[in-house]
Structure formats: C-alpha cells, structure tokens
C-alpha cells in the first residue's frame, strides 16, 4: 500500500511541476505582449525580465531554466510569443541575446536561490539583480555583434533599462514567497 501511496505524490508532484512551468512559460510569453517601443533603440520594454526572474525564484534552477527553454520553444515552432510577434526570426534579430539569456538568467537566479536558502526580500532582490545582469551581459553581447559596437550596445540596449529593470527585480523579489507557498498548496 506504501509503495502506491509513494507513487501517487511522485505524479502528483510531477505534474505539478510540469504545470508550473508550462504556466510560467505562458505568463513570460504574456509579458511580451506589454511592450513600449521606443524610438532610439531596437530594444523594447517588456514586461519578460520581471516574469523569467520571477520564474527562477518559484521553480528554482531547472524549473525555471525549463519555463524559459520551454517559451523559447514555443517561438521556435513558429508562435509569435515574442514582443515583436514575428516568431522564430526573432532568433536572427537584434534582440536575440536577450531572448536567449533568459535561460542561463531563470537558471542563475533560481541557483542562487536554492543554494543560499534566500527566504527574505533582500536576499530574492540581490538574486534577481544577478538575473538582470545576465540578461545584460548576453542581451548586450549579441546587440554589440549586431550593431557594430559594445559602446553603442551598451547605450542602446542596457542604460535605458536599468532603473525598469531594478524595480522589476524588487517586484519579482516582494512575490517570490507568496509564488513558493502557492506552488507547495
């Protein structure tokens, strides 16, 4: 009887992982519909740091290193997910670096939270921050190639977000908590 018992929490809480992924990919592709282009650079604002940040805090290293690979996959195939809607060309353009960091960004941000055993604000907002910053680093790499110049990348693609992308950080670190006591219901 133990042994079914054993296997009914292991599928309960597969699924229940696979859900929360699947809805954390949906809410990052979600994210994406609420961009403000702006006029001086390729880069929009969006809404997809706060969520993939988010995603790692909830899920954790591979969870949400999965709901990023999962809504990169989603564009892949050919759903126009991305803040432009154009789909897999998303791949090919400016902003490429950034989709892809979300990844090693969800993953980063989750690791650094399962490691540390962060359970407090400051402790998610300085996780979050390395997040942003991973997403910097490689969102601004690819912008360099495409634009000719890290000068010019670091201009367009990271000064103008910054201040956004701190209180990003603080919103997903004040909801992390409640997002891992939802989950664990």
Same mark, same amino acid.
Do not use: C
């Given at each position: 009887?133990?042994?079914?018992?054993?296997? %009914?929490?292991?599928?309960?809480?597969?699924w229940r992982s696979v &859900?929360?992924? %699947?809805i954390f990919a949906a809410?990052?592709?979600?994210? !994406?519909?609420?961009?403000?282009?702006?006029?001086?650079?390729?880069?929009?604002?969006?809404?997809?740091?706060?969520? *993939?940040?988010?995603?790692?805090?909830?899920?954790?290293?591979?969870?949400?290193?999965?709901? !990023?690979?999962?809504?990169l996959g989603m564009i =892949? *195939? $050919?759903?126009?997910?991305? #803040?432009?809607?154009?789909?897999?060309?998303?791949?090919?353009?400016?902003? +490429?670096?950034?989709?892809?960091?979300?990844?090693? #960004? &969800?993953?980063?941000?989750?690791?650094?939270?399962?490691?540390?055993?962060?359970?407090?604000?400051? $402790?998610?907002?300085?996780? &979050? @921050?390395?997040?942003?910053?991973?997403?910097?680093?490689?969102? +601004? =790499?690819?912008?360099?190639?495409? @634009? $000719?110049? #890290?000068?010019? =990348?670091? +201009?367009? $693609? *990271?000064?103008?977000?910054?201040?956004?992308?701190?209180?990003? =950080?603080?919103?997903? #670190?004040? %909801? &992390?908590?409640?997002?891992?006591?939802?989950?664990?219901?």
């Open positions: 009887m133990q042994s079914r018992s054993l296997s %009914v929490y292991i599928n309960q809480t597969l &859900a929360a992924i %699947v809410l990052i592709a979600l994210t !994406a519909r609420i961009t403000i282009f702006l006029p001086f650079t390729p880069v929009p604002i969006t809404l997809q740091v706060l969520a *993939v940040i988010l995603a790692g805090l909830v899920l954790g290293s591979r969870g949400g290193a999965f709901a !990023a690979l999962t809504y =892949a *195939v $050919g759903l126009p997910f991305d #803040a432009s809607g154009i789909g897999p060309a998303a791949f090919f353009g400016p902003t +490429a670096g950034y989709l892809i960091s979300y990844v090693p #960004a &969800a993953f980063v941000v989750g690791w650094i939270s399962e490691r540390f055993s962060i359970h407090n604000w400051w $402790g998610n907002f300085v996780a &979050a @921050l390395v997040g942003v910053g991973i997403i910097y680093l490689i969102g +601004a =790499a690819w912008l360099g190639v495409m @634009l $000719g110049s #890290a000068q010019k =990348a670091w +201009a367009l $693609g *990271v000064v103008p977000f910054i201040l956004v992308d701190v209180i990003k =950080a603080a919103v997903a #670190a004040g %909801v &992390a908590e409640s997002g891992k006591m939802l989950l664990r219901r």
